[in-house]
């Protein structure tokens, strides 16, 4: 399959490779240079292209592509429908046979209390990735899937580097919603081979420890500076669920949320 991904990032990249190695040709997009002579040297065949300022795409991109990933994320969030007109302009540039997966997220649910899945309705309608879902489905209907993403962690990136040393940190009962990119790419994986497109699919590892216990897990764990969270205030307890994909694509979820460094 000719595969075609808009942002080589922190997901994109690694994206890349795996499809690769599946044996897929890959071609994607970065923004800078600098970026770009790394990941030819990865062995990624990647263009210049900025979603922001560039209008239309180069040939590179989108010549006889099989199947277009988004991975850029949100621009100019305070203008509601741009993020989303941006890439249903660069969806239309791409054959009428062309599938697409859009890298959405779970914060297109509610902040409040209660346990959300892909029926439910209770969303942030203000939201720009919202606005992108809604504008790409329009456009491409049964070509589309959009997959909502946990919070992402994993190649050292957590949020605990962040948070350690801070006082007064919210929510200490809150429900954590993360995902290892090790799954995320597995699930991109699973979609592709099962040929599943037209869906939603949340992507959330189903481990939901509270807040304060998994924080303080991992900072005693890793040798971190401690943290205090703060017992007042309002206790939002918001799970996410995932167990369409692993109902319907038998999908399995390997990586630990416990572990950042791998």
């Avoid at 959405?104 to 899945?117: C, E």
């Avoid at 949020?159 to 090790?182: A, R, T």
Wanted: charged share 20%; aromatic share 8%.
């Amino acid at each position: 399959m000719n595969i075609c991904i808009i942002g080589l990032g922190w997901l994109g990249a690694p994206l890349a490779k795996h499809l690769q190695q599946e044996g897929h040709l890959v071609v994607g997009s970065t923004r800078t240079i600098a970026k770009q002579k790394v990941l030819q040297n990865e062995g990624i065949k990647t263009v210049l292209f900025d979603l922001e300022t560039s209008k239309n795409l180069p040939n590179e991109l989108n010549s006889n592509i099989d199947l277009v990933i988004f991975t850029v994320p949100p621009i100019r969030k305070y203008l509601q429908t741009y993020y989303g007109d941006k890439l249903n302009g660069i969806a239309a540039q791409f054959s009428s046979n062309t599938a697409f997966i859009f890298t959405s997220s779970i914060s297109v649910y509610s902040k409040k209390t209660g346990r959300y899945d892909e029926t439910s309705t209770d969303l942030n309608v203000s939201s720009t990735i919202i606005q992108a879902e809604t504008a790409l489905t329009k456009l491409l209907d049964s070509r589309l899937t959009i997959v909502r993403l946990g919070g992402l962690i994993g190649l050292f990136r957590h949020p605990i580097k962040s948070l350690q040393g801070k006082q007064n940190i919210k929510n200490p009962n809150g429900i954590i919603n993360f995902v290892h990119l090790n799954d995320a790419i597995s699930a991109f994986d699973a979609i592709i081979k099962k040929d599943r497109f037209g869906h939603i699919y949340n992507v959330v590892n189903p481990d939901h420890p509270e807040r304060e216990s998994y924080y303080q897990e991992l900072v005693k764990a890793n040798d971190l500076l401690p943290i205090q969270f703060e017992k007042s205030g309002e206790i939002i307890r918001r799970e996410i669920g995932a167990s369409k994909i692993c109902r319907e694509l038998s999908f399995k979820f390997t990586s630990s949320i416990r572990n950042f460094n791998s």
